[in-house]
Structure formats: structure tokens, C-alpha cells
């Protein structure tokens, strides 16, 4: 982009965290693509609290001249925050998310513009084939099947986070205020005049993936919680099945002594109903305290992340 003072057309954003060996090859391939597309742009980059000298590799390529703009976080706040951040403070009328890795091609992104006409607001991916390890794949999956239980067809988890929108869908991601921003789910429950396309996928060259199986389970867990009802629910129906329970063995005991004579003892028994009625309490005060929490964050109303410098 020549001119700084002007509002871009696109802006590219990208959230780093640990790649120092990708970054180069990155934006240097972003920046091939952006100069072929005959529309002003800014990259916009921002360093999730890289520990591996990914925010000095940064200010080395801006060094040469670059239409780049970098964000610095003061510590790693996660991806999610990391993509906020960065719509908040691109300028562009379109902006590119475009994740670190290089396993969504930078080449791709004209096929993401040209899906963007005028009654369009949002364009998603999906990959042709994904190059993933096994069993990645399988933790997405899983986190697929428990998204569609949960939100049935309303809300698609199986889009890449590879995705193009216009400026307003920030300002409607920005009237949310869910503690827990899963990008995803928002934009698919906005409803939002969305086009689908399919893109490569290619596999990761360098670096480890951030997703490990302990995150993707950190990450359901938030989706359960932080967008759905359901574990409330779900103690509801434990509740009345417990007491369904409790009566019909009830029945079954006074059945026995008055029609029968039979006097059964009843320790074995009332140790199995204490330790079910009490694991149920336990599992409910643990969801309970869950969504508490989530309330008390709520209420503090910190930021979702902190910033420690702008380099533009």
C-alpha cells in the first residue's frame, strides 16, 4: 500500500504465535499475492506473546519497506483474541483472516475475493483434502460431532478459520459480548449472507501445531459451556432420573415386604442410592461453579487481551 493515509481496500490479518521459521516465507508470499490484485492492502499481523524471536523476524521483513503493521501482545492470550485484536485495528473495507502455518496457501486468497459480491458479507472454507495428522483430524472431528449436537445444522464447525469478510461483521462480532468469542460459531449464528468455497490444504512444513489434543479438548469444553446450556440441562434429566430411580426402588422394597414377606437388607442398597445421588450433586455443583465462573469473568469486564505496542 504506497499510501498510509488512505483506508485500504483489503487487509490481511494474521495471528502469530511461535513461527519464526514460517514468518519470512509468510509474508513474503502474502506480499506476491497482494501486489497481483490490483487493490490497495496492509498486512496486519499480530504476535500472540511469541517467546521464539517471531516479533524481531517481524521488524526485520517490516524493515525492507513493507506494507506491514505489527500488534504485540504483552503474553500469549490465545488466537481467538488474537483475531479480534487484529480485525479491531485493520483498516481495510475486506479483511483476510489467514492463519501462520502456511497450510492455508496465501495463494488462495483472490478465490476468497472473487467470492465476495455485493450481496455477500462473509466467505468460508473448507479443504479440498486436509493434511492433518490422524489424529488432529479425529480431535476436530469429535469437536464437530459435539458442535452439532449441541447447535444441530444451525451452526457449522467444520469451516476453516481461512475466511474473508466485509467490515460490518466486525462491528456485529463487536455487539456480542460472550466472554468465550469462538469465531465460528458467532458468524454462523449471525446468519450472515455467507458464500462457501473449497480451497487446498497443504501440510505444515516447519514448527508444531498450536492444536494439540489437550487444546482441541480445552476448546470443546469452552464451546460446550460458553455457547450452550446443555450441562444444565443434562443435570435436570440426571435429577429426574434419579428420583425416578429412587421411586420405583422404593416401590419395589414396600412391593416385597407387604405382598411377599420379604424383608431385603437394606444397607447394600442405600449405599448404592447415597453414592449415585451424591455423584450427581457432585458433577452438578461442578457445572454450577462452571457457569458461575464464567459469569464472574464476565462481570470483571477485562479486556481480552492487552497490547503492548503498535508498529505501523
Known amino acids: 500500500m504506497d499510501d498510509t493515509d488512505k483506508q485500504p481496500d483489503v487487509s490481511i490479518v494474521v495471528p502469530v504465535f511461535n ?3 514460517l514468518i519470512e516465507e509468510l509474508l513474503s508470499r502474502i506480499k506476491t499475492v497482494c501486489e497481483g490484485l490490483n487493490r490497495t492492502y496492509e498486512i496486519v499481523v499480530v504476535d500472540d506473546g511469541s517467546t521464539d524471536g517471531s516479533y524481531e523476524k517481524l521488524k526485520q521483513f517490516r524493515g525492507k519497506g513493507n506494507s506491514l503493521r505489527i500488534v504485540k501482545f504483552t503474553r500469549n492470550f ?30 488462495e486468497i483472490p478465490k476468497l475475493l472473487s467470492a465476495m459480491s455485493d450481496d455477500i458479507d462473509l466467505v468460508t472454507t ?22 452439532q449436537m ?3 445444522d444451525s451452526v457449522k464447525l467444520n469451516l476453516s478459520s481461512f475466511r474473508a469478510l466485509r467490515r460490518s461483521v466486525v462491528k456485529k462480532i463487536e455487539a456480542c459480548k460472550d466472554r468465550s468469542r469462538y469465531m465460528a460459531v458467532l458468524m454462523s449464528w ?3 449472507p455467507t458464500a462457501e468455497i473449497e480451497v487446498e490444504h497443504h501440510e505444515r512444513k516447519k514448527g508444531i501445531t498450536k492444536y ?15 455457547y450452550s446450556s446443555f450441562p444444565l440441562r443434562m443435570v435436570t434429566y440426571m435429577g429426574m432420573f434419579g428420583a425416578l430411580l429412587g421411586f420405583l426402588m422404593m416401590a419395589f422394597l414396600l412391593f416385597q415386604r407387604i405382598v411377599n414377606g ?16 451424591a455423584g450427581v450433586q457432585l458433577l452438578s455443583i461442578g457445572f454450577l461453579g462452571e457457569y458461575l465462573g464464567r459469569v464472574h469473568h464476565q462481570i470483571q469486564e477485562r479486556p481480552d487481551y ?6 505501523e
Not at 488466537?79 to 492455508?104: E, H, P, T, W
Not at 442398597?269 to 453414592?275: G, I, N, Q, S
Request: hydrophobic share 50%.
Open 19 to 21: 513461527e519464526v521459521d
Open 78 to 107: 490465545g488466537q481467538q483474541a488474537a483475531v479480534l485484536a487484529g480485525f479491531r485495528i485493520s483498516k481495510g473495507d475486506i479483511i483476510v483472516q489467514l492463519d501462520s502455518d502456511l497450510q492455508n496457501p496465501p495463494e
Open 126 to 147: 473448507t479443504h479440498r483434502k486436509r493434511r492433518d495428522s490422524t489424529l488432529r483430524v479425529m480431535g476436530s472431528r469429535c469437536l464437530l460431532k459435539i458442535g
Open 150 to 152: 449441541l447447535f444441530g
Open 190 to 192: 449471525m446468519g450472515l
Open 212 to 226: 494439540s489434543i489437550l487444546n482441541l479438548l480445552i476448546l470443546s469444553w469452552d464451546l460446550v459451556t460458553g
Open 262 to 277: 420379604i424383608l431385603i437388607e437394606g444397607f447394600v442398597v442405600l449405599l448404592a442410592v447415597f453414592a449415585f445421588f
Open 306 to 311: 492487552i497490547v503492548e505496542k503498535v508498529i
